[in-house]
Structure formats: C-alpha cells, structure tokens
C-alpha cells in the first residue's frame, strides 16, 4: 500500500515537473472570441483586459450597467462589453443573438459570474441559498447550454469554470457557497466527460482565498448581523456562540494572507491559450499546499483539524442548557 502512494506521488511530481519544464506552445489568437462572465470586478475584469492585448475578441458581460464604460475603456475597439444576469433567460438569449452576429464559432466560454454568501445552515434563509445556486450554479449550466452549439463548431474549444477549494473541502460557515461550487465541479467533470469526442476541453479554476471583492468582509456591525436572525436562531445558538464566529469569519488567517488574483488570471490565461489546457487548476499556495492535501485526509480527522482551527471555545446556548439540565 506504501509503495503504491510513494508510486503516485512520484508520477505526480515527475508530471508536475515535466509540465513546467516543457510547455506547450500557445494558440493562435487571430479571430477567436472568447466570453466571459463577471466581468465587473476581480478575476473577469483582469482576464478581459489580458487576453484583449493578446489579440483575441473578447466578449465581456458585467452584472451592474455603470461597468460597461468602465470596462469599454480599458479595451480595444474589438473588444463588446454589454450587460449579463447570468440568472435572467432573456439577458443570455440577448448576448447569445449578439454573439450570432459576430461569429458561429465560440472559443471559449469562461464561467466567472459568482457571489459569496457565508453563515451557519441554521442561520441563512432558504432564499439565500438558492440566491448562490442561482447564480454560482444554474446561471453556469444555463450559459453552457445556450452556447454549447458555438462552442462545438469548432474543435478545440473550451468551457472554463471558476470553482473554488471550497467545491472539494466544505467548512462551516460556508454551506451555501460551497455546495454550488461542488456542484459545479461534478457538472464541469460530467461535461468533459461527454464531450470528448468534440474536442472539447473542461478546465475547472480551483483557488483559495484571493484578494477580491468577492471575499471582502461586509462592514456591518455585529448588532447588525444579529438583528437579522430570527428570534428562534438568537435563542437556541445565543448571541455569545454567534458573536465568536462571527469574529473568527473576520480574523480568518486565510482571508487575512489572501493571496494575489494574479495568479488565477495567469491560470485562466493559460486555460484559453494553451494547446494542452489542463483539467484542473490551483492557483496560489493555499489551494495547492493547504486546502488540496487535506482534503485527502480522513474525513473524522478533516473535522478535528476544522474545530480546532474555528476555535469553539464557547457552546451554543441551547447545547450548554442541554448539558446543565
């Protein structure tokens, strides 16, 4: 049994340092168009404007209208910035019929668009989380439908999804997030699978914690959070219990080492341009040497590792009378 995992690591490593040694070349940009997603701020915003100075025709939708100019002047004049709700049919039929118009062979599409919602499954609303599915899962699989078509007029196209660490390893707070990004992973797996013999590459984007908007703390007061919970959740949790999560959500360590976005837009870059795109990406040093390695480990010894680093040191309310009584 040893010597097998030795074995696998070994492959591993030797592969890792093949890749780096001896890449492949990059594609020809000439008249490819490319989509992509979320494009407002982080990692669609800098992708967009990367691959338009490489010479492709990017296609760039952005959530809040106000962005469009904002964006349109950082690109090319070959460059089409328009606005996206992912989660609204009538936005992606309009972007499709744009895209019709401009070319019947898609590249690539880079599902990027995402949100981050965090709290206890007892604490967030059922709206809440099929808000994040909507937009984290749904949204991507309904992209991917409607410019399947596209895509698969020329082979050698590729489908690229943003997922996360938290689509292979689940920690508290993070229910709803991480369950649309595992669904994600399955979808982008299930995907490739059956669309091999098109040519059409899946590369699935697995970072940490990256210094974007999306993992900035939101500024309101813990009197203000409290408030939002209902009069049952503040009884059987206690506002002492939800006090120290909610500080220890703010002094995350990974949060607070985020790494630079840099290197996933070097990912996604390398994903769209590549002749060999890889299936799987980790970006940064918490997605490859954290987040990834312990995901292969036990799942009772994952949980000793999690309490020990959300530092429970208070019980829920309802528990400690439980044990009282």
């Not at 002492?240 to 996604?268: G, H, M, S, T, W």
Request: glycine share 4%; charged share 20%; hydrophobic share 45%.
């Amino acid at each position: 049994m040893y010597l097998i995992i030795i074995l696998i690591i070994l492959l591993y490593v030797t592969y890792y340092v093949y890749k780096h040694l001896f890449p492949s070349p990059n594609i020809n940009p000439d008249g490819k168009y490319v989509l992509i997603t979320g494009c407002d701020t982080g990692f669609g915003h800098a992708l967009a404007i990367e691959l338009d100075k490489q010479g492709f025709n990017v296609l760039a939708g952005v959530y809040i209208s106000n962005n469009i100019i904002t964006l349109k002047n950082k690109l090319s004049s070959n460059a089409n910035v328009f606005r996206l709700d992912i989660t609204k049919e009538e936005d992606i039929n309009a972007v499709y019929e744009l895209v019709q118009k401009k070319t019947n062979k898609l590249h690539a599409l880079v599902n990027n668009a995402g949100i981050g919602e965090s709290g206890y499954i007892d604490w967030i609303t059922l709206e809440l989380i099929r808000k994040t599915m909507d937009v984290n899962f749904f949204g991507h699989v309904a992209m991917t439908k409607k410019f399947l078509p596209l895509l698969i007029n020329k082979y050698d196209s590729r489908v690229i999804n943003i997922c996360s660490v938290a689509g292979f390893l689940t920690t508290p707070n993070l229910s709803a997030y991480s369950a649309s990004k595992y669904a994600l992973e399955a979808f982008s797996d299930c995907l490739r699978r059956e669309m091999i013999s098109w040519g059409l590459h899946v590369s699935i984007i697995e970072p940490g914690f990256m210094r974007t908007p999306i993992i900035e703390v939101n500024h309101i007061s813990f009197e203000e959070f409290w408030s939002t919970l209902s009069k049952d959740v503040q009884t059987r949790w206690g506002e002492d219990f939800v006090k120290e999560q909610f500080n220890n959500q703010r002094n995350n360590v990974f949060i607070k080492y985020a790494e630079d976005p840099i290197k996933v837009v070097c990912a996604l870059q390398h994903a769209v341009m590549n002749t060999k795109p890889y299936i799987r990406y980790r970006p940064g040093w918490q997605s490859s040497f954290i987040f990834f390695p312990l995901s292969m480990l036990p799942a009772w010894i994952v949980d000793l590792i999690l309490i020990k680093f959300n530092k429970l040191t208070i019980l829920p309310a309802n528990v400690y009378k439980q044990l009282k009584d």
